[in-house]
């Protein structure tokens, strides 16, 4: 399927919808949702959101520490697999619906499936308010700074993680020439020295209700360990020695 055709199918509500979806519902919009994306089509490394770091599944680490979160109110699992699935039960979260395929290609955004799961929360009358995304892929977070990241959505209409970076939003449009366009970095204000940010999957968050202002919030990440992105096999041997030698601080257990 072209990604028109994905849009068409899936995507019918646009933002006019969840204002009106948003204004007609009974009762409060108070709930707090974690979404962990877990696709099993990863090219680099066969299955990584469910390879073995201490024991444990790559995916295990973010259900753990998403399930400790003070204010969170439901942590699911937005996967393809019935594998996955069946481990991230085991680890506590919910997998209400298996993503369609359409949706967990590498050609796709991961906010398309994001998308999916706020309409399934939406079909279900569910109270949502904040839906926040963090991905296995990034698997050093501090509970303490995530729960002020969440917090800070009663602010903000958005908020992330990332990092500062001097390259200019048009280079990193296309990625080791496989052709896929990825979103531009976020901008920062005029006032900054270096204005231009790179997210990454430690945290982002959206807060449903309209009229929150423009701004956005952007937490940056100062620490190398928590930069890590799982993407190579070296990635996995520097996370394991970290865990294996209490290199790092979850604030929770883990």
């Known amino acids: 399927m072209t990604k028109l055709e994905i849009a068409q199918k899936y995507f019918n509500y646009k933002r006019q919808d969840r204002v009106t979806w948003v204004n007609s519902f009974e009762g409060a919009l108070n709930k707090t949702v974690v979404e962990i994306p877990a696709r099993s089509g990863s090219t680099r490394i066969k299955d990584k959101n469910i390879r073995e770091v201490c024991g444990k599944p790559l995916l295990a ?91 800070k959505l009663d602010i903000f209409p958005f908020v992330c993680g990332g990092f500062y970076t001097d390259t200019a939003i048009d280079s990193i449009l296309v990625r080791n020439g496989d052709g896929n366009v990825y979103p531009p970095k976020l901008r920062l204000g005029e006032d900054e020295p270096r204005t231009f940010f790179k997210r990454t999957g430690m945290m982002s968050g959206f807060n449903i209700i309209p009229g929150k202002g423009n701004k956005n919030y952007v937490h940056v990440i100062n620490s190398p360990i928590e930069l890590i992105d799982i993407d190579r096999e070296e990635d996995l041997v520097d996370m394991q020695a970290i865990i294996e030698n209490n290199a790092y601080d979850f604030e929770c257990s883990i």
Request: glycine share 2%; no cysteine; net charge positive.
């Open 61 to 151: 680490y973010t259900i753990l520490l998403a399930k400790q979160l003070k204010g969170v109110d439901r942590v699911i699992v937005n996967t393809d697999s019935l594998e996955y699935a069946a481990i991230a039960k085991e680890y506590g979260a919910e997998v209400p619906f298996l993503r369609p395929p359409e949706l967990s290609t590498n050609t796709v955004s991961s906010a398309m499936a994001t998308f999916y799961l706020k309409r399934h929360l939406m079909d279900e009358a569910y109270p949502l308010k904040k839906i926040v995304t963090m991905f296995p892929t990034s698997p050093f977070r501090n509970k303490r700074t995530i729960e002020h990241l969440i917090e």
